[in-house]
Antibody
Framework: QVQLQESGPGLVKPSETLSLTCTVS??????????WGWIRQPPGKGLELVGT???????YYNPSLRSRVSISVDTSKNQVSLKLASVTAADTAMYYC????????????WGQGAKVTVSS | EIVMTQSPATLSVSPGERATLSCRAS??????LAWYQQKPGQAPRLLIY???SRATGVPARFSGSGSGTEFTLTISSLQSEDFAVYYC????????FGQGTKLEIK
């Protein structure tokens, strides 16, 4: 059974870079039937896709974040990483890592989430 | 960008009754529509994909319908564990989520 676990600093200063890692266990990150995504949820608000990445390294980013976001995979560690540069208070959110089921492009397995607060 | 609009924002229903949640897309998404359930303090859980197919382990009381721009999630007989926030998501063009419907106990 695949499990996802997000990790990273819970507090980031304004203008700095948010960095999170998602460790995948119980399955290979290279599986051809799946790819990976990051979704965020500001406090008390709805869900927003940050971006997705295929095992090949091909990425797709939310246009509103494209200039600041980078997602990568480390197949040797079975990890997916997220970097978001020049953060502001508006980036304060719970950040979820999720597996995307390739046939239907739906998020079928989610991590528990990593709460990130942007504050000085 | 495809905008997903859910209604109502909050739905109050008694246990054992039927709940009907709506989701509308700003343009056709065919049947590329999913529903997720989120309980407080938890990650979302996939319920429905392809507008009407239940995900693994989802009880039969959950059903989805619709195509194009109008979709419905029906919970036939509400159990205590079903009170949560429900999100629709289109994956026809990129991905976008609705703002959610909170299903609360009446």
């Amino acid at each position: 059974q695949v499990q996802l676990q997000e990790s990273g600093p819970g507090l980031v200063k304004p203008s700095e870079t948010l960095s999170l890692t998602c460790t995948v266990s119980g399955g290979s990150i290279r599986g051809l039937s799946y790819y990976w995504g990051w979704i965020r949820q500001p406090p008390g608000k709805g869900l927003e896709l940050v971006g997705t990445i295929f095992h090949s390294g091909s990425t797709y980013y939310n246009p509103s974040l494209r200039s600041r976001v980078s997602i990568s995979v480390d197949t040797s560690k079975n990890q997916v990483s997220l970097k978001l540069a020049s953060v502001t208070a508006a980036d304060t959110a719970m950040y979820y890592c999720a597996r995307v089921e390739g046939r239907h492009d739906v998020f079928d397995v989610w991590g528990q989430g990593a709460k990130v607060t942007v504050s000085s | 960008e495809i905008v997903m609009t859910q209604s109502p924002a909050t739905l109050s229903v008694s246990p054992g009754e039927r709940a009907t949640l709506s989701c509308r897309a700003s343009q056709s998404v065919s049947s590329n529509l999913a529903w997720y359930q989120q309980k407080p303090g938890q990650a979302p859980r996939l319920l429905i994909y392809g507008a009407s197919s239940r995900a693994t382990g989802v009880p039969a009381r959950f059903s989805g319908s619709g195509s194009g721009t109008e979709f419905t999630l029906t919970i036939s007989s509400l159990q205590s564990e079903d009170f949560a926030v429900y999100y629709c998501q289109q994956y026809n063009k990129w991905y976008s989520f609705g703002q959610g419907t909170k299903l609360e106990i009446k």
